[in-house]
């Protein structure tokens, strides 16, 4: 039996987000968040299911425009990754009534799937490489990829949503100023970047994806062959080294380091394997908080994590 992943084509590439979605969501007891044991009011855990589903047209429309760069038949600045944003959102509220699930999801993962469908063209999908074209996706995107994202963030409408002062989501003129400034995601993001992780990602080439959670999800998997295991200790330990930025603009930054300093406390002794109940006891009181104590920008960021440990080969 092969005891690693063989990433051959985009179908394969798209099989790893849905993957990553699907064991992210399952991990449990993830504390704060919609898991297999925890709902909330409006979503449920059968929502995210729904939308790691109906979201692979997206991610296969986007992969072929990736795999057509990667042959040199299209531009960088083509890809429309703003545009898989947005048609991705589109896809999942149609076909769940639990809201906005997954936009963070796709903003994260759609870049990660472009760079794996570039870098297929070219050879194999490697730590360096994968960073490297990634890095040059981001840069290269455009004004259109920014008015598709915020018609995505309109339709979603998501929780917590900080604001850009010059280029307010809810400020009509935006869009025009962004069309007429030429301000791409990666500086639409730059802006963002001090108090949102995701957007912190996107300029800084993924670093918290690369260097904390890809490694810790590696290890802590090859140690205990168990995957949710590794999916909720990668998650606790993405949430003690970063403050989640969702619960910092639903509260404060103090109230984010003070979930951090509970979550580094149940990593240092052990995690999952010897600290359950601790962590079924943190999640059960971030479940008590109306959503406003939900680590959601952690689960985004631990779904990328597996993900990019999947483009790699990890076969769980």
Not at 12 to 28: F, K, T
Not at 169 to 195: E, G, Q
Request: with cysteine; glycine share 8%.
């Amino acid at each position: 039996m092969n005891e690693q992943l063989i990433i051959k084509n985009g179908e394969d590439i798209v099989r790893c987000s849905q993957i990553a979605m699907v064991l992210e969501v399952s991990g449990y007891p993830k504390p704060g968040n919609v898991h297999r044991t925890q709902n909330f009011p409006k979503t449920q855990f059968e929502h995210f299911l729904i939308g790691a589903i109906v979201c692979r047209k997206s991610f296969y429309e986007l992969v072929s425009r990736s795999n057509k760069i990667g042959r040199g038949q299209l531009q960088l600045k083509e890809l429309n990754l703003g545009k898989f944003i947005l048609q991705g959102v589109k896809e999942t509220l149609n076909w769940q009534r639990g809201g906005n699930i997954n936009l963070g999801l796709l903003l994260l993962l759609g870049p990660l799937s472009a760079a794996a469908g570039i870098i297929l063209e070219q050879g194999e999908i490697e730590n360096d490489s994968l960073r490297e074209v990634l890095s040059k996706i981001l840069k290269n995107t455009t004004s259109e990829d920014t008015i598709n994202l915020y018609e995505a963030i309109e339709i979603c409408q998501p929780g917590g949503l900080g604001q850009v002062k010059e280029f307010d989501v809810m400020d009509k003129s935006s869009k025009t100023k962004i069309l007429k400034k030429n301000i791409n995601l990666y500086d639409i993001f730059k802006l963002s970047a001090s108090w949102d992780n995701i957007a912190a990602e996107y300029v800084s080439d993924f670093k918290i994806t690369f260097e904390i959670g890809v490694p810790y999800f590696k290890k802590v998997f090859e140690e205990s062959k168990e995957i949710n295991i590794a999916t909720v200790d990668t998650f606790l330990y993405i949430l003690s080294c970063v403050p989640d930025s969702l619960i910092q603009r639903k509260t404060s930054l103090e109230k984010a380091k003070s979930i951090s300093e509970r979550a580094k406390k149940i990593v240092d002794g052990g995690g999952l394997r010897y600290r359950r109940q601790e962590i079924i006891e943190f999640d059960n009181y971030l479940q008590k908080k109306s959503g406003k104590m939900n680590p959601g920008t952690t689960a985004d960021l631990t779904a990328a994590s597996i993900m990019v440990n999947l483009l790699y080969g990890l076969k769980i």
